[in-house]
Structure formats: C-alpha cells, structure tokens
C-alpha cells in the first residue's frame, strides 16, 4: 500500500513538471516577442521602471491568462470569498469591488504636503499665478455593507487631514466630496461596481463646481453664460455591458458579478481642439515644449526636433478628448476595453489641450492624476489653453522647471485622496527651493 501512495505521488510530481515545463514553453512562444521588446529598451538609469515594465509584460501576455482569470475567480465566488489575490481586492455585500489596504494611516505626510503646497503658493505668487488645491472624492465601500475584518482602502482620514493643514496654511481648495453630496448624488450614481474611478456623470457634476467655486473665490469668469456647464448641451450616451474596469480586469467576470454599463457625456457643440501628449523625459524635451504654442497641427508632433515621445490629435471634441467606447466587447477585448480611460486616454506624463475657438481667457495648469481627465476634457472647453503633468513622474528639477516654463494664472493641484504622497508632491522640497 505504501509502496502504490509513493508510485502515485511520483507520477503526480511528474505530470506537473511536465505540465510546468509545457506551459512554460508555451508562454515562451505566446509572449516571447513583446517581453524581449521590453529587455531591448532597458537603460541603466532607469533600470527599475524598465524591469516593471518587463514584468508587466511577461504578466499581460501569458498563455491562456483571461480563462485562468475566471476559473480562480469563479472557485473564490463558489467559496464565498469576500477578497481575492491575497487582498489585492475585496468585495462588499452589495457586490462593489475595492482595493484592500491593510497599511492606511502609516506614515502620514500630510503637513509636510501643504507645507509644499503652500511654499509653491507664496513662489508663483510673485508671479501672478494663483494655486489651489482640489481633493477628489474617493470610492470608499459604506459602512453598512461591509464585510467585517475585511480591509477596504479608505484614505478619508489623510484626505481630511490634508485638508486641514491646507487651511491652517492659508491655501485655497475645494473639496468635491462635500460639494457631491451637496448635490444629493447617490454612491451608485458616483462610482463604478468594479473600478475605482468615478462615472463621467460625476466627473461633469465635478468640472461645473469647480468652475463655480473657481469664479466665485478668484472671479475668474469661467464659462459666464453657463453654457458649458449647463448639461442640456451635452449628449449622453450610454453602452451596454462595456465596462470591466481595473478591479473586475483582476478578478474575472465572473468574481465582479458581470460587466456595468459605461455612460458619456460629449458636447453637442464638439468644438475645434489640438491635443498633444506624451512623455517628458528630460529638460531637453522640456524647452522644445515652446514649439507647441505655435504648432498648428498637432498630428505633426512627433516630426518635430525633441519631441519625439510627443503624438498629437486635431479635430472635434470625440475625434480627440473621448474615444467612444464600441457598442459590444467579446473575447478579449472585454479584458482589453479599458472603458474609464475614453476620456483622454486615461492620464499621461504631460498633456497640451488647445482651444481653437478661444482666443482669450485663463490658462491653466494641472497637477493631476487619472481622476480628473474627464475634468479636463470639460475644461479645455471654455479656456484656451490647459496643460497637465502627471506629477509622480517628474523629478524635482523637472518639475519645478514645467512650474515655471510659463506664467499660468491658474496651477491647480488635483489629485485623489490615496495619491496624497511625496510622489505626487515633486516640488518645494525645502525652503530653499526657487
């Protein structure tokens, strides 16, 4: 009997060597190709970031990757399992999927952030420039329908503390989380099922208070008729069952409870707009950016000496800032429709948005993260001229370099509460800072 266990022991070790060795091949074969394009673009000095990328590579290109996506995620739903990946995402009793977050609350850096803030503040005010700050709301699974010892990202406290020592330091801000619920708009009307980003009906509602709150605090004159604010000139537009967003995209179809609906707004009066984006990976690039105040087609971008990492887009409003999702996703593309990034392809190291129907008025830069490209897309509608960085991906050098390329009247500092880190703050480091 002994001797029939070890007989049977080794012949299983056996099959899954073969197994293994046989996927592995497999993968080799599948995804050999765009991982070794990867290896081909590794430098030394960015050596970490590449290494990601090959890794990300290897995991976006495995061999049968979705239907084993939803064979662990159907076992954890038959399971009645409430998280997934060792918590890299958790579920509420209303069938939401969040992001699971043993470590919020360590190492808060709040006070030293608006003390950066507030040092940015006094520098570009000597330059005519006005900062504010903007705390988006954050998805935040309610109280009443959480599982308990369940551990659901929840980065209030920071955001609340933030907050805080911004108006301790004088700095101005809007926070959207009260002026949405001043609105009376339902959690299920602000969020998304299985992403964590907010639905383009509340980016909208988002973009028209702060336009308000910008021209009541600095009499800004924003959209003064009310037009672009105004949602009976924008159409709306709703797709069935194309929206898995990055949360069901780990967990499978089956785990998110089937695919939502994805809703857009686009304006009825598409406009005329050049979008140029792309990354910025030294100063170099960074002076050659003076090309694009006189660049009139944007799709000659990357033709132009030192912005090459640059693409650019001319035409109306859904030929640039909204790509239409398509009416019905199968197969992989369901995994690969990446509904809540239609609206400026989600976030870029740096964005250009020119308003060729405006001639006069504000101009803007954002410091901002994914969350508020919606934002953006509505706001390139009543100003000239908006920029955008994605700030952790600047050095302090590079960053404060961008921060004084031009003399905004506007640097606006918007980003979600989980991204309140030094990443995200690359600028005034010290009191030495210029």
């Known amino acids: 009997m002994e001797l029939a266990q070890r007989f049977g022991r080794t012949i299983f070790a056996f099959l899954a060597v073969i197994c293994l060795l046989g996927y592995s091949a497999g993968n080799f074969f599948y995804a050999g190709e765009a991982v070794l394009e990867k290896v081909a673009e590794i430098r030394p000095e960015s050596a970490d970031e590449d290494i990601a990328a090959i890794n990300n590579a290897v995991v976006e290109n495995m061999l049968w990757r979705y239907p084993l996506i939803e064979c662990y995620g159907s076992i954890q739903l038959v399971g009645n399992k409430h998280e997934i990946n060792s918590f890299d995402v958790v579920k509420d009793r209303a069938g939401y999927l969040h992001s699971g977050n043993f470590w919020v609350g360590f190492h808060d850096e709040s006070r030293e952030l608006a003390v950066r803030v507030r040092r940015l503040y006094d520098m570009l005010e000597a330059r005519g420039t006005q900062v504010c700050f903007v705390m988006s709301p954050m ?8 599982y308990a010892g369940i551990p659901y990202n929840d980065f209030t406290g920071q955001a609340d503390e933030m907050l805080r020592w911004l108006r301790y330091y004088g700095v101005p801000y809007l926070d959207l989380r009260q002026s949405l619920a001043e609105r009376g708009l339902s959690y299920e009307e602000m969020f998304f099922r299985t992403d964590h980003h907010w639905t383009p009906e509340t980016a909208f509602a988002g973009f028209c208070d702060i336009v308000k709150w910008l021209n009541e605090t600095f009499g800004t004159n924003l959209d003064p008729e009310g037009y672009y604010c105004n949602s009976e000139n924008y159409e709306v537009r ?44 030294d100063l170099e690039d960074l002076n050659a950016l003076d090309l694009l105040d006189t660049l009139e087609d944007a799709d000659s971008v990357s033709h132009q000496a030192g912005l090459k990492e640059m693409k650019g887009t001319d035409g109306l409003f859904t030929e640039t800032l909204l790509k239409l999702p398509p009416e019905r996703l199968e197969g992989e593309k369901i995994y690969r429709g ?18 060729n129907n405006m001639e006069n008025g504000s101009s803007i830069l954002f410091l901002r993260d994914s969350y508020a490209s919606p934002v953006l897309s509505f706001f390139a509608q009543c100003v000239p001229l908006v920029e955008a960085v994605w700030p952790n991906q600047y050095d302090s050098e590079t960053m404060e370099a961008v921060l004084l390329r031009r003399d905004y009247d506007y640097v606006i500092i918007m980003l979600y509460p989980e991204n309140l880190s030094y990443d995200f703050f690359p600028f005034c480091e010290s009191e030495d800072s210029p």
């Open 238 to 281: 709703t797709y069935r069952n194309t929206m898995l967003g990055s949360q069901g995209r780990k967990t499978g179809v089956c785990y998110a409870e089937g695919m939502e609906d994805f809703t857009v707004l686009f304006p009825v009066d598409e406009g005329d707009f050049n979008w140029i984006r792309g990354d910025l990976t």
């Open 338 to 355: 990446i509904a809540e990034e239609a609206y400026m392809e989600g976030v870029a190291e740096y964005d250009f948005v020119r308003n």
């Open 139 to 146: 998805k935040v699974a309610k109280e009443e329908v959480q």
